[in-house]
């Protein structure tokens, strides 16, 4: 059984993504065993850090359950490969969503701006916020003669900013003109996409607490005829936010008064993961298909996955596209598969189910997502709308 593309472009590809995504691993352990609390084995590796960063963005992407770093060619890939920026065709491509979680209260918006540098790069500067607002502060509820006053609370937001700065590029990196004519003629070097993002990360509880983090993520892309393949390593230095607090003595009185621990300030740390994605394209007279299959690999320990183990955690994803001439667009995913325990002490496994349908109206492209069809998995469903829009200079 031969791979879907040539020796040469094969070994290309391992020596610009996959080689350095196994150092990436390596430095990684490293700084989880020099940063980790030495506490108990089960608790050396920090987990769950800037999660807000792995919900998604798009439509598109959510009702492909977030397989998308195989195909993703527009200016979302800013957030899911940066490889892909280099798809950017028109001039400028703005993107927008909105959604929310939990009936309401957390609230997600997404805004992103990319553009063509020339035939072979593009640049995009994406803003993410996650945020829940009008948090009831309760502190000084009771005052000093022991009174119940609902007039002395007051409100805060607990909310995530991320800024993004990504650079795509078509062809292989690093190379001189000579060796570029010798690559091209044994290989589609222009099947080969890679990318890089810097961002920049701000979180704050009201005014008690904030921090500031700094990550690098890096991506590749390559095709071959209907094949396509995709690598995704983010925070590949670990990013490191750090937190300061800013309690007032009332409010360590009312912490320490209600058994609440007084935090101190700290540095937190997110591991790297890597993404792994491959799918393929048909065509079927007008109607268009792609099925693309991710593999998410974390590197904080065991997490509730299809395959938990230690250090590296997978799961996987699935997603279809189907579209009539490049007008109409029906997506469905797959993901999300944890293991879950019932009432009666058996274990189980859930999935989570995910549609999306999209409309193209000239340059302008509307898409909705639906997450967990019919509450199959344990994971409440949401309503997810975004758009896009190519914007081109009008000709003289």
């Known amino acids: 059984m031969s791979l879907p593309f040539s020796n040469h472009g094969f ?7 996959f080689v ?12 989880a065993q020099s940063t980790a609390a030495p506490t108990t084995e089960s608790d050396l590796t920090p987990k769950y850090s800037n999660e807000f960063l792995s919900i998604g963005v798009g439509a598109r992407a959510l009702g492909m359950s977030l397989s ?30 909105h959604s929310e979680y939990f009936a309401g209260i957390a609230k997600y918006d997404y805004a992103a701006v990319g553009k063509a540098i020339d035939s ?38 607990a909310v995530d900013y991320a800024f993004i700065f990504s650079y795509g590029r078509k062809g292989f990196p690093f190379r001189s003109a000579a060796s570029k004519s010798a690559i091209d003629a044994t290989t589609n070097s222009q099947g080969f996409r890679w990318g890089a993002n810097a961002k920049v990360i701000y979180r704050h509880v009201g005014e008690f607490a904030k921090a500031w983090g700094f990550g690098l993520d890096v991506g590749a892309q ?22 300061t607090y800013t309690l007032d003595e009332k409010t360590k009185q009312v912490f320490e008064a209600t058994g609440n621990e007084i935090p101190v300030n700290s540095l937190e740390v997110t591991l790297p993961r890597i993404i792994l994605g491959g799918g393929r394209e048909f065509q079927i007279k007008q109607i268009s298909l792609l099925a693309e299959i991710n593999a998410l690999l974390t590197t904080d320990g065991k997490r509730n996955v299809l395959v938990s183990a230690n250090p590296v955690s997978i799961d996987p994803s699935l997603g279809l596209e189907a579209s009539y001439k490049k007008i109409i667009y029906l997506r469905l995913g797959v993901g999300n598969i944890q293991r879950v325990k019932n009432f009666d002490g058996t274990d189980a496994m859930t999935l989570q189910p995910n549609l999306g349908l999209g409309l193209r109206i000239k340059n302008l492209y509307l898409d909705y997502a639906l997450s967990d069809i019919g509450n199959v998995s344990d994971v409440l469903y949401s309503n997810v709308f975004s758009l896009k829009l190519d914007i081109f200079k009008s000709s003289k």
């Open 11 to 17: 070994c290309t590809l391992l020596k610009c993504v």
């Open 120 to 157: 072979s790069s593009a640049a995009s500067i994406s803003f993410i916020r996650f945020g829940v607002d009008d948090i009831p502060n309760t502190t000084e509820l009771i005052d000093a003669g022991g009174n119940i006053n609902y007039d002395r609370i007051t409100t805060f937001s």
């Open 20 to 31: 350095p995504l196994v150092l990436c691993f390596s430095l990684q352990q490293t700084v």
């Open 222 to 243: 390559y095709d071959y005829k209907k094949w396509k393949f995709g690598a995704m390593a983010k925070d590949i230095t670990s990013t490191f936010n750090a937190w």
């Open 68 to 97: 998308q770093v195989a195909s993703v060619n527009d200016v979302t890939s800013g957030y899911w490969n940066p490889a892909g920026l280099s798809g950017i065709k028109s001039d400028l491509q703005v993107a927008g969503m």
